[in-house]
């Protein structure tokens, strides 16, 4: 079946804008995950969706970031107001709980900030 | 704090060695872990997944072991290919932190035929 797809594959923005960047975690998979990787940095955790409950935002690193997940399926990560910092690739995963939470990552976002 | 670390950074290795990555981490309540593979440019593919119930997981040329009271990981590949060369992370679910990953910086592995 179909892995987890992100989109877009690469943006490109100006600082001080917003972007939106979006997920399609695999179907039936419950639980979705947004990560953050840059240089220097590695992988970092950033909001974990489960199903209808509360999102788990403790790895969001300001309140220019927030993400949605909508009818239990996509998922949008918002980043306002753009800074350079923010350039790195930003990775979704989803997982299923009966499968150990085993995460599936999609290809990520290339996000640079100029 | 939780934190992942993996040794050594980088490695090369003429194809048909048998090589070993190591993973630690520094706290034993571990729930599972997971090894992932990366290419350049590329998402994450996931390798193998050890409970911590577990003391191994194999998976063709791939054997991941676990040993909680040490806290550390290896994964163990077995007459390598120039194919195998990427980089390759591990990472933790922890108990207190059971929603996410937690990852190593990864070794890049470079197989030269």
């Known amino acids: 079946g179909a892995g987890v797809s992100q989109s877009p594959s690469n943006k490109v923005t100006e600082k001080g804008k917003d972007v939106e960047l979006r997920c399609d975690p695999i179907?039936?998979?419950?639980?979705l995950y947004w990560y953050r990787q840059s240089l220097g940095q590695g992988l970092e955790f950033l909001i974990y969706?489960?199903?209808?409950?509360?999102?788990?935002k403790s790895g969001l690193p300001s309140d220019r970031f927030s993400a949605e997940r909508t009818g239990g399926s996509v998922s949008t990560l918002t980043i306002q107001r753009t800074q350079q910092e923010d350039s790195a690739v930003y990775l979704c995963?989803?997982?299923?709980?009966?499968?150990?939470?085993?995460?599936?990552f999609g290809p990520g976002t290339r996000l640079t900030v100029l | 704090k939780q934190e992942v670390t993996q040794i050594p950074a980088a490695l090369s290795v003429p194809e048909g060695e048998n090589l070993v990555l190591n993973c630690s981490f520094t706290?034993?309540?571990?729930?599972?872990l997971q090894w992932f593979r990366q290419d350049p440019g590329k998402g994450l593919t996931s390798l193998l997944l050890i409970q911590s119930s577990q003391r191994e997981q194999t998976s063709g040329r791939l054997n991941a072991s676990l040993d909680k009271s040490s806290g550390r990981s290896t994964l163990y590949i077995a007459a390598s290919q120039p194919g195998d060369s990427a980089t390759y992370l591990c990472a933790g679910r922890f108990s207190g932190g059971y929603n996410k990953l937690i990852f190593g910086a990864g070794t890049r592995l470079a197989v030269h035929p």
């Open positions: 969706f489960q199903g209808n409950s509360a999102p788990d």
């Open positions: 179907s039936g998979h419950t639980a």
């Open positions: 706290d034993s309540a571990i729930y599972n």
């Open positions: 995963a989803s997982s299923f709980p009966e499968s150990l939470h085993e995460q599936f």
